[in-house]
């Protein structure tokens, strides 16, 4: 059970570069009622960002075992469930989150 | 890294809608030089949307916001433009208690507390009023040349008094009082809130302190993961050390393509645990980690990491 590192490694041309541009905007997210399948459909304006989100950054959170995480390949904010040390699973759609606040730093631009 | 630097002033103008995020410099052209005085900056013919508020109709259940414009240098900001004051309550925000007031500093004015619009409507002040006040955000004056302090959770804020906070602070060796505007917000009520809401912490590039501030010192690290014939329980043991940081490991920077590649496997650092972890959605739109044993000996992650 190991996973290999190779760094310093040339990643991919697609990835290398922009990120270098990168902005940060801080939030203070409000979740709701009813966790939709798949996440809550996020977009760069969501966060006041221009065109691109690159990643979340956990700060704290309120009243839930919960880890949030930007799905770039359908645009979404997903939530993960980490009330178990070992396995995680996303939250099930329709589980009420509106006492949930989430600080959270978001790399983008 | 670009995107935090201790140095970077707020932007000018940044307006927070309730209950929705809105992007900063919010401008209004005005006509005329209505706003200049001659001991402070030339004004231009733009000016900044300074206040939001939301006032009361006859109805206490329906506020309906307006705008404030506040000029630059005057004293106080000056009520430019009132929508409609005869909306009906049917095309009003309805709210089901008064769940969020927003006053912000006016364009360039040095520290100036915000100043009552008693002539204007007093009714604002009746709407301060806050049930169960659970987070207050101090907001920097737009453009202030000396530093605002970072809009968080962490600031200690001495007082309220009516729309200005008491924030103590140390300037040098000098312990000073600062007045700033204020955000007061409360969480929708449980199930009421229709999708999330985003409230935008700060002035955009403004410095935050406590658990978000040492983003402001990492890096990107360029990576090849590989994985191995049996996914561990809880994921991989992945130090900082392992990646090239001396302390900390913050978040995998994943791209659609970094994850197509990976034949859908997203990568998602645990901090806590110093793993990696890995999820795919398995065709019900949710994602699950992989069961312990299952062999990822096939997969390799080109991926960038931020941490420090």
């Known amino acids: 059970m190991a996973v290999v590192v190779r760094t310093p490694w040339t990643p991919a041309p697609d990835m290398a570069g922009a990120f270098s541009n990168a902005g940060i905007v801080y939030v203070l997210l409000f979740l709701d009622a009813s966790y939709p399948a798949g996440g809550y459909p996020v977009s760069p304006k969501t966060f006041g960002l221009g065109t691109r989100i690159l990643t979340f950054i956990p700060g704290s959170i309120t009243d839930g075992p919960y880890f949030p995480v930007y799905d770039p390949t359908v645009g979404s904010l997903r939530l993960l469930n980490t009330s178990h040390s070992t396995a995680w699973t996303e939250v099930t759609a329709g589980t009420d989150l509106s006492t949930i606040q989430i600080d959270i730093g978001i790399l983008g631009w | 890294m670009s995107w935090l630097s201790d140095s970077t002033e707020n932007p000018v103008g940044q307006v927070l809608i309730p209950p929705q995020l809105r992007p900063p410099a919010t401008t209004v052209v005005l006509p005329g030089g209505l706003d200049d005085t001659a001991q402070t900056l030339s ?6 949307v300074t206040q939001l508020a939301v006032r009361p109709v006859a109805d206490a259940a329906y506020i309906a916001p307006f705008w404030f414009l506040g000029i630059a240098d005057d004293g106080f900001p000056t009520p430019l433009v009132y929508p409609d004051e005869n909306v009906s309550p049917a095309t009003q925000l309805r709210q089901p208690t008064m ?29 301060r009023w806050q049930p169960v006040v659970t987070k207050v955000m101090v907001l920097g004056v737009s453009d202030d ?16 008094e009516d729309w200005e906070a008491q924030v103590p602070r140390l300037q040098g060796s000098v312990e000073t009082t600062e007045y700033l505007p204020v955000l007061i917000v409360t969480p929708p009520p449980a199930g009421t809130a229709g999708g999330f809401q985003v409230l935008l912490r700060g002035l955009g590039l403004a410095p935050v302190q406590g658990a978000l501030a040492d983003i402001g010192a ?12 049996s996914y561990p ?72 990491i931020v941490g420090y």
Do not use: C
């Open chain 2, 99 to 127: 769940t969020q007031i927003l006053m912000v500093g006016i364009s360039d004015d040095y520290m100036q507390p915000i100043p009552l619009p008693e002539d204007e409507n007093p009714a604002i002040l009746l709407q």
């Open chain 2, 43 to 48: 004004v231009v013919d733009e000016l900044l």
């Open chain 2, 218 to 229: 990492s890096s990107i690290v360029y990576a090849l993961v590989q994985f191995d014939r």
């Open chain 2, 145 to 160: 040349y000396v530093p605002v302090p970072p809009v968080d959770d962490y600031i200690t804020v001495q007082a309220i």
């Open chain 2, 233 to 304: 329980l809880g994921g991989y043991p992945l130090s900082p050390k392992a990646l090239g940081f001396t302390t900390r490991a913050l978040t995998f920077l994943p791209t659609a393509q970094t994850v197509e590649r990976a034949q859908g496997y997203f990568p998602v650092y645990d901090g806590v645990n110093q793993k990696v972890r890995l999820f795919r959605d398995l065709g019900a739109g949710r994602w699950v980690e992989p069961f312990p044993g299952t062999n990822l000996s096939h997969i390799s992650m080109d991926v960038a």
